[in-house]
C-alpha cells in the first residue's frame, strides 16, 4: 500500500489511455507541481457524490487509475496544460483531508489475466463490433469513415473499447471495476451489441423522418 494524490473527475480513465487536463485551481497546482517535482502518478477517480472544481472535495469512488504525466504546457497565472496516461488499477482504502487535495491510502487492483487463448479469441470477437459502432458514430455525424487499425493485444482492445464508448461515466466505472479480463471482454462485447443496435435504430428513425412520406410516381 502506498499514499496516491488523487483527482476525482467526471470521467473514467482506463490503463494505456490518454487524459488531457487543464489546471486551474490552487489545489490542484500544488498536487500536480508535487508530482512533477517528485516524478511521481497521481490518481484519477470517478466522482460518486459532488463537483469536479470550485467547491468541497468530491467523494470519489473506490477503484482508479493512476496517471503519469507525459507533456505539460505552462501557462499564466500558474495555470497549465497537461497530458497524462492511465497506468494501473487501484483500490482505495482510506482517504485523508489533511492536504487542499485528496489523497489516498491504495493497493494495487491488477486485473486477473486468464487463459490467453479466451482472452485472444474473446478480442477477435468484439474487434468487429467496435467497426460497426465507430461506423455508425460516424454516418450519424455525416463524416467519412475509415476503419481503424485497432490493436491485437486483448487487454489494450478492451481498455481503447471502453474508452470509446459514448456511455454514462457510471457504466465506464463498472467496467473499470471488473475482476478479470474475460469478463471484462465479454461485457464491452454485450454493451457494444447493445449501442449498435440502439444506434443502429435511432439512425434508420432519423433518415425515415427526413425522406418524408412515400409518393409514389
Known amino acids: 500500500m502506498n499514499e496516491l494524490p488523487l483527482f476525482p473527475l467526471h470521467t473514467v480513465l482506463f490503463p494505456g489511455m490518454p487524459l488531457n487536463l487543464h489546471i486551474f485551481e490552487e489545489r ?6 508535487l508530482c512533477l517535482e517528485q516524478e511521481r502518478p497521481f490518481g484519477v477517480v470517478l466522482i460518486r457524490s459532488g463537483q469536479e472544481a470550485l467547491g468541497p472535495l468530491a467523494r470519489p469512488h473506490r477503484v482508479g487509475c493512476t496517471a503519469r504525466i507525459t507533456e505539460v504546457q505552462p501557462l499564466s497565472e500558474g495555470r497549465m496544460n497537461l497530458t497524462a496516461f492511465g497506468q494501473e488499477r487501484f483500490r482505495i482504502i482510506s482517504l485523508s483531508h489533511a492536504r487542499p487535495y485528496l489523497v489516498g491510502l491504495v493497493e494495487p487492483y491488477p486485473l486477473e489475466a486468464g487463459n490467453p487463448q479466451t482472452l485472444a479469441q474473446s478480442g477477435r470477437r468484439l474487434h468487429p463490433w467496435i467497426i460497426r ?9 455525416d463524416l467519412k469513415f475509415e476503419a481503424p487499425l485497432l490493436p491485437d493485444e486483448p487487454l489494450v482492445l478492451a481498455y481503447l ?5 459514448q456511455v454514462p461515466p457510471a457504466e465506464k466505472q463498472v467496467l473499470l471495476e471488473e475482476e478479470g479480463a474475460a469478463g471484462l471482454l465479454s461485457d464491452l462485447r454485450a454493451i457494444y451489441r447493445r449501442e449498435v443496435a440502439l444506434l443502429g435504430a435511432m439512425l434508420s428513425q432519423t433518415s425515415a423522418r427526413q425522406a418524408g ?3 409514389p410516381s
Open 28 to 33: 490542484y497546482k500544488e498536487m500536480i507541481g
Open 133 to 141: 459502432y465507430l461506423e455508425i458514430l460516424a454516418r450519424a455525424g
Open 161 to 165: 473499447a471502453a474508452t470509446l464508448l
Open 213 to 215: 412520406p412515400f409518393s
